[in-house]
Every structure is written in structure tokens, then in C-alpha cells.
């Protein structure tokens, strides 16, 4: 059974950094991409950013790009997001997800298993 588990969430202000862990267990780790997406409240959730297996494809939302950076350690078991020059608009529960496949992209359905999410909120 796949597990994932998000840490590092928190409250900050704006331009400062802050990383977000996913550890996961179950399935053979690197075999899968994972993804990042967030829900804003009132909002529906949406993709940030994803990370293929073996970590050398990457793949970013237009509103993140170039602040945000996934990276992941394949031996730990776990996906990182770096967040750098947070904006209030950054504010939201912040997702992992691991595909279904080796490549993932930006849709939900890509994604075949969930984490309950860590809470960003970011003060201006």
C-alpha cells in the first residue's frame, strides 16, 4: 500500500523560502514520477510542478516557474519542493502525488495515489 506523507508546511512571509518533504512508501519509488499540486481556498486544486522518475525530466507550472524547484532523493524515498519568493498568492494546501508512470504531467488523473497535504500560508 502506497503511502505519502507531506512535511514542512507552514506560516511565512512573503519572500522568504520554505521546503516542502513528501516521503513515501509502498512502490518501487523511482519507477514513478511525482507531482505537486495546491488548493487554494475557494478554489479548485492545481498543478505546480512534477518530477519523473529518475529525476531528470521536470516540469513547472507558469506560476512557479522560476521560483519553485522539485527535486527528489530516490534512496530516502522522498520529493522535495522548494519554494523561493513566496507570494501571498502561493497560500494554499500544498498536495503530493505519485503517478501512475515513469512520466507525469499536469493532470490529476496522471496521478494515481494522494497525500493529505500541508498548509503554506504566506503573510504579506
Known amino acids: 500500500q502506497v503511502q505519502l506523507v507531506e512535511s514542512g508546511g507552514g506560516l511565512v512571509q512573503a519572500g522568504v523560502s520554505l521546503r516542502l518533504s513528501c516521503a513515501a512508501s509502498?512502490?518501487?519509488?523511482?519507477?514513478?514520477?511525482m507531482g505537486w499540486f495546491r488548493q487554494a481556498p475557494g478554489k479548485e486544486r492545481e498543478f505546480v510542478g512534477t518530477?519523473?522518475?529518475?529525476?531528470?525530466?521536470?516540469s513547472y507550472a507558469d506560476s512557479v516557474k522560476g521560483r519553485f524547484t522539485i527535486s527528489r532523493d530516490n534512496a530516502k524515498k522522498t520529493v522535495y519542493l522548494q519554494m523561493n519568493s513566496l507570494k501571498p498568492e502561493d497560500t494554499a494546501v500544498y498536495y503530493c502525488?505519485?503517478?501512475?508512470?515513469?512520466?507525469?504531467?499536469?493532470?490529476?488523473?496522471?496521478?494515481?495515489?494522494w497525500g493529505q497535504g500541508t498548509q503554506v500560508t504566506v503573510s504579506s
Open positions: 502525488a505519485q503517478a501512475w508512470g515513469f512520466y507525469a504531467f499536469m493532470k490529476e488523473v496522471e496521478y494515481a495515489y
Open positions: 518530477i519523473s522518475g529518475s529525476g531528470g525530466s521536470t
Open positions: 509502498g512502490r518501487t519509488f523511482s519507477s514513478y514520477a
